[in-house]
């Protein structure tokens, strides 16, 4: 995340409270920061160290990206003894919804070098954890079934060119499950001297690990956060660099079925007043 110039505060009664649980100091400074596209947050400095406050923002529901602050709490407090999520300190409710206040992480999100992040997913995908998280999408079926929801909120004429585009085939669900981010995006990727961190839990599942594979390699969503998408090269190395041949396999086969999902996921943020989807959405389509 990075700093904004002109940064607004929480509510102040909202930073009462925080202050009443001794968790932000008197005096305590917060800044803006931006990331994500969907909550408010801000980092909190002063005290034993930067903190994060997140303030869930009750928007309407997205077809693709869960937004449960319940979620996020449960998964920080699980993967903690990994070292590669932030310290979770609290949460709460405020009139304005749900909070959570965490360390800050150090670092700038991903920009290079795919093989430390297909490292982190690896290792992600590999624990041994307990959340209950939902069902995530598994196969083509289910991908082409969520993509058809999607599209059926859809108005414009791009609709019926994307319905026209649905992959042939079929790939079966597989029984090789595990907790997964579910919005492995570049700006949820935070690399620092000392490590990755791997920020805002609030959409994960259990789920297939090609889902979180997709996710990071996704044009579209590398043009929205990195600036362009990954060279076939750069994929190449992060593929290989995740090291199971057999869900790399997997995810080849799925690709297609990734992208028509997406596709349908730009065309709604488009028709929702998201202007800079347009780009991202033939991206996604060229992928096809």
């Not at 929801?149 to 319905?163: E, F, K, M, P, Q």
């Not at 907790?179 to 839990?201: F, K």
């Not at 090291?243 to 929702?272: F, K, Q, S």
């Amino acid at each position: 995340m990075k700093l904004l110039p002109a940064p607004t505060h929480p509510p102040s009664d909202l930073i009462d409270d925080l202050r009443a649980r001794g968790l932000v100091q008197p005096g305590a400074e917060f800044q803006t920061l931006y990331g994500g596209r969907t909550n408010q947050v801000w980092k909190v400095l002063g005290g034993s160290g930067d903190k994060v406050l997140k303030l869930y923002r009750a928007t309407p529901r997205n077809p693709l990206f869960r937004n449960d602050p319940e979620l996020e709490a449960l998964c920080l407090r699980a993967l903690e003894p990994t070292g590669f999520v932030p310290r979770l300190r609290a949460t709460g409710t405020h009139d304005t919804g749900h909070w959570v206040f965490y360390d800050h992480a150090p670092g700038s999100p991903w920009q290079e070098g795919p093989e430390s992040v297909a490292g982190l997913l690896r290792e992600l995908h590999r624990l041994d954890v307990s959340v209950q998280a939902p069902d995530g999408c598994n196969g083509s079926r289910d991908l082409a079934e969520h993509a058809e929801r999607i599209l059926s909120v859809c108005t414009s004429d791009t609709r019926a060119r994307l319905a026209q585009l649905r992959p042939k085939g079929h790939v079966p669900a597989t029984a090789h499950t595990c907790l997964i981010h579910g919005d492995t995006v570049a700006g949820n990727i935070l690399v620092a001297p000392t490590g990755i961190t791997l920020i805002d839990w609030q959409c994960p599942a259990w789920g297939d690990l090609c889902e979180d594979i997709a996710m990071f390699l996704s044009p579209a969503m590398q043009r929205l956060y990195r600036g362009a998408p990954l060279s076939g090269p750069e994929e190449e190395r992060f593929l290989a660099a995740y090291g199971h041949d057999e869900t790399v396999a997997r995810y080849r086969d799925l690709r297609p079925w990734y992208a028509w999902r997406m596709a349908a996921y730009c065309l709604w943020r488009i028709e929702n007043g998201a202007a800079d989807y347009a780009q991202t959405l033939e991206l996604e389509i060229a992928a096809l």
